[in-house]
């Protein structure tokens, strides 16, 4: 048995096919691709990988599930089923976190301590509110004893997911869709398909009924571009980069499709003179070097009031030196590899643009390997940063800051909001109102303030501008996923 300092053993996989209807199942066409591990680089399986016919099996399979067992539990009953669900993956939770470092690479005590859990929350989170949705009656005008509004669920939802944090992403999207009562045809990411359809078992060993969560993995042109103009699928909840949230909006446009998008960002993080600087110092360094900086919220974009600008960097560029990347399944590693040796390449070749445009590499800058293997990467601070300069502008995802001064809280706001994106942001400053008046003034989803990338699934997440709209977690989640029905019973 693994102790907290030693390697974790292997992870179980799943059947690594399609789970269509409460069973695995090849996909149509016999075709599959290769599930990679990015700290080792050697496969771990090779997936079925999905097409158009497989989505119209899984579709058809969510749709009949709507009117079977599924469509006639009580809302209590389904509560307490995502939560006997919840419950089954929290007693998984070594199994399945080992999985999604193994597919993913990040570090195993984020897995373990993050991720699963996290997904367990959320799933207990939306079993709490199942049987809470609820109607309203209303004041009658006209010539009726009642009128009254009922909350049904939309139909079939398709969940298109990123490879960053795949469970969460699954679950934050999963748990919602069920506890109002829809069915879901799930795509995962190609890069991380694993952990999605080891879920979509167990919860069907746990209860869940046949076709109530179908998972389709394969390439996100195919399926996802299947979903999006399927006539039966009602409802796209997708998560991913701004540019394909684009043209999911457009092929959406067809059918008239619900749509909620969670997409890119490139988030600032200010530090103002008065802060606690030793708590803005790690909490620059956790915004972004948490998760590689594959965080679609990282603290990308770091600015320091001039007069500590110095300081802080030079602690922070003292931290950031002492972190290595490292084998993720050991449980004292803080830095995994990078999902893929593409990811690295980009991540990487903005770091020389960002040379090339002026920008000073004062911590990291050059790939990395464990062993003379992985898309490992240095963690990379750039100074001398404009906000004119691409590496400040376009979204990085990756173990890369960009550091910049400002002078006033004015000038900070103003630079902070100009970008297309606007999904989180965070403050440091012990003056309070300072705090609440600059976190008003940001254009942005979720604010932090003395703190950094912190969520709760009561709290909802997600962007203003081309970060997305619509919001997951929380109570406004529900909206996205139920129908206003209007009755009005005459005299
Ligand atoms: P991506 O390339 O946009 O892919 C996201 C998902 O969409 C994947 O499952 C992908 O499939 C699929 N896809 C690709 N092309 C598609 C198409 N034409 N139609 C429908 N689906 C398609 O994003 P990513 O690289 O996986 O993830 C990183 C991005 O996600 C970053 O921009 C990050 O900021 C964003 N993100 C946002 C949030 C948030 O909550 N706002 C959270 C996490 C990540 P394949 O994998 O098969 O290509």
Not at 239 to 254: F, L, N, W
Not at 368 to 379: C, D, E, T
Not at 391 to 410: C, K, N, Q, T
Not at 437 to 462: C, K
Request: hydrophobic share 40%; charged share 20%; proline share 6%.
């Amino acid at each position: 048995m693994a102790t907290e300092t030693q390697p974790a053993p292997t992870a179980t996989l799943p059947p690594c096919k399609l789970w269509i209807g409460g069973a695995w199942v090849d996909a149509a066409s016999g075709a599959t691709f290769t599930s990679e591990n990015p700290a080792t680089e050697e496969p771990l399986c090779e997936v079925a990988a999905a097409g158009a016919a497989d989505v119209d099996r899984a579709v058809a399979a969510a749709r009949e599930a709507l009117t079977g067992p599924w469509g006639t539990m009580s809302a209590r009953e389904r509560g307490t089923l995502l939560w006997k669900i919840a419950d089954a993956l929290e007693a998984r939770n070594a199994d399945f976190a080992r999985l999604e470092t193994l597919d993913n690479g990040k570090p195993i005590f984020e897995s373990r301590y993050v991720d699963v859990p996290a997904a367990v929350d959320a799933l207990r989170y939306f079993a709490g509110w199942a049987d809470k949705i609820a109607g309203e009656t209303l004041p009658s005008h006209g010539p009726f004893v009642l009128t009254y509004t009922l909350r049904e669920p939309v139909g079939v939802v398709a969940a298109i997911t990123p490879w960053n944090f795949p469970l969460i992403q699954a679950l934050w999207k999963i748990a919602p869709a069920l506890a109002c009562g829809n069915t879901v045809v799930h795509k995962p990411a190609s890069y991380t398909p694993l952990t999605a359809l080891k879920f979509a078992e167990l919860a069907g060993e746990v209860g869940l009924p046949p076709g109530v969560l179908n998972v389709v993995p394969g390439g996100g042109a195919e399926v996802g571009n299947a979903l999006v103009a399927h006539p039966h699928v009602a409802k796209i909840s997708f998560t991913g980069s701004t540019e394909v949230g684009k043209q999911v909006m457009r092929g959406a446009a067809d059918t008239m499709k619900r749509l909620t998008l969670e997409l890119g960002g490139k988030s600032p993080n200010i530090v103002f003179a008065d802060a606690d600087l030793d708590a803005a110092v790690k909490g620059a360094y956790n915004g972004i070097f948490y998760g590689k900086g594959e965080v679609c919220a990282a603290g990308s974009r770091l600015f320091v009031e001039k007069s500590v600008y110095g300081e802080l960097l030079e602690r922070l560029v003292e931290r950031t030196k002492k972190l290595e990347p490292g084998d993720p399944l050991h449980p004292k590693t803080r830095l995994g590899p990078l999902v893929s040796a593409k990811q690295r390449e980009t991540v990487l070749s903005y770091v020389e643009t960002g040379r090339r445009e002026g920008a000073k590499v004062v911590a990291g800058g050059e790939a990395a390997s464990v062993g003379g293997k992985g898309y490992f990467m240095q963690p990379t601070i750039l100074d001398e940063v404009t906000s004119e300069m691409t590496v400040a502008r376009e979204e990085i995802f990756g173990p890369v800051l960009v550091a910049i001064p400002f002078e006033s809280a004015d000038e900070a706001v103003a630079q902070a909001n100009a970008s297309i994106y606007g999904l989180a942001a965070g403050v440091w400053t012990r003056d309070v109102g300072k705090a609440h008046r600059v976190a008003r003034a940001l254009q942005a989803g979720t604010v932090w303030i003395n703190q950094y990338n912190w969520y709760d699934s009561g709290a909802p997440f997600g962007g203003y501008k081309q970060s997305g709209f619509g919001r997951e977690l929380g109570r406004q989640a529900l909206e996205y996923y139920t129908e206003v029905k209007s009755v009005f019973v005459g005299k």
